[in-house]
């Protein structure tokens, strides 16, 4: 290596903006401050060898599927791909495609409606309190065991904002019983967060926030390796383009909106999902945080989909009457076929960034979860889920249909996989064999 020194994985660009508040720019892995081999940290003084960390990434679509067109018939290695896991397809050996899962949670006598007991249920393993989340959800769990080193203990991420219904239906992440962690939904407010801008000369394009650290990235370049170095020009450009992209939104993208009125929903929630999840995978890449939790849509959620054609209701609409048509299949497939073509696209960035030995993905354990199975019945036993990456000898490139609970599958996921020794976790009794 080039540099004299192991460089620190903790390291970032500093700098100060025009009104002298703080610029963070995090750095994405490089060989320097990687072993020969590329497979765990240097050591330096004082400071042993460490492995490269895993993430943990808890990702939520809103309302359920239909299970003929996502539950593959064959279990094992040679299912066929269903319509809506068809965009995954080109990452058959990275995921894990999982059913027969039951929320019990979901089922106790209390208050609320089909949506909020199932959500409740999925992300805490507790019962509706009537307010919210009967306990911490998952995410947090496992970020009071891994998180602690971070910048950020944890991030909490959104993209539909339509903020229709209760506490439980527009948050996944809590930090207790009745304490939600609201997700960001907004990119503006996220890339502020990540870089510790809040000026507005960036966004209105006047200058860039790389220009506050240009100095102290042209020092670290020198110490650098050739191959670093284009590693830290790809990476900072790639920063600019993320910039230019977020600056450029429009006005009505840089605020909440509650329930949209008719005809009133923003025409192109798939450009902010792919804004929120670059900014997710920088602050990945570049070690900011470990774990964090990703709403694509809302529980019992309201979104139209006009980019797949789909105006004349509204999401949890189409999930009950006209689901019980052949046409209104269609419709439940195709939505659901957009939420796991973001997922794809997740994947896809995740593996684009090269780290240590591997890439992104392989130190990455991502779940993809509903708060439903079938839809239109509220199912609570047999929900599907989608694990992905490589994480932790998690197994991959099957179907499997499985008997245990969500809170087996988190306590499994926790300490055989993402490596938290959580001890345990509501309704989990045992750890699945299956998935490790």
Request: proline share 6%.
């Amino acid at each position: 290596m080039a540099t004299r020194a192991p460089l620190s994985r903790r390291s970032f660009l500093r700098g100060v903006g025009l009104s002298g508040a703080a610029i963070h720019v995090g750095l994405p892995t490089f060989e320097a401050m990687l072993n020969p081999n590329g497979t765990a940290y240097a050591a330096r003084a004082g400071v042993a060898a460490d492995p490269i960390e895993t993430r943990f990434v808890y990702w939520f679509n809103g309302n359920g599927i239909i299970e003929k067109y996502w539950i593959p018939r064959e279990d094992g290695a040679d299912y066929a791909m269903t319509p809506c896991l068809q965009p995954l397809s080109r990452f058959r050996q990275d995921i894990h495609v999982i059913s027969g899962v039951d929320n019990p949670a979901a089922r106790l006598p209390g208050p609320g409606n089909g949506h909020h007991n199932s959500m409740s249920g999925l992300v805490s393993g507790e019962m509706f309190s009537g307010r919210g989340a009967g306990g911490p959800s998952i995410d947090q769990v496992i970020a009071g065991e891994i998180g602690t080193e971070s910048r950020f203990r944890s991030l909490q991420i959104g993209v539909c904002q339509e903020s229709f219904g209760e506490s439980i239906q527009r948050n996944m992440s809590w930090a207790g019983r009745d304490r939600p962690l609201p997700p960001e939904m907004l990119p503006h407010r996220l890339f502020d967060r990540l870089f510790g801008s809040r000026e507005p000369y960036w966004i209105e394009r006047k200058k860039s926030i790389l220009d506050a650290v240009s100095d102290e990235a042209r020092s670290l370049k020198s110490a650098l390796g050739y191959g670093d170095q284009q590693r830290l020009d790809e990476y900072l450009t790639s920063v600019r383009s993320l910039e230019r992209s977020v600056a450029s939104l429009p006005p009505e993208y840089s605020s909440v909106v509650e329930q949209p009125p008719e005809g009133g929903d923003l025409k192109d929630w798939p450009r902010i999902a792919k804004l929120q999840t670059d900014l997710l995978v920088h602050a990945l890449a570049s070690r900011q945080t470990r774990v964090a939790s990703y709403m694509l849509t809302k529980c019992q959620g309201l979104s139209r989909f006009p980019w797949l054609g789909y105006t004349y209701e509204r999401h949890h609409e189409y999930t009950h009457g006209r689901v019980e048509s052949p046409e209104g299949q269609r419709i439940m497939r195709d939505i659901c076929r957009w939420h796991v073509e973001e997922f794809a696209y997740f994947l896809a960035r995740l593996e684009s960034i090269p780290e240590g030995d591997g890439t992104l993905l392989d130190h990455t354990c991502a779940l993809l979860v509903h708060e439903h199975a079938e839809a239109n019945s509220h199912k609570n036993a047999g929900l599907a889920m989608i694990l992905a990456g490589h994480a932790g000898n998690m197994k991959t490139g099957i179907h499997t249909r499985m008997t245990g609970t969500v809170g087996d599958l988190y306590l499994t996921l926790a300490e055989e996989v993402v490596g938290a020794r959580i001890g345990n976790f509501p309704t989990g009794e045992q750890k699945l064999s299956e998935m490790v």
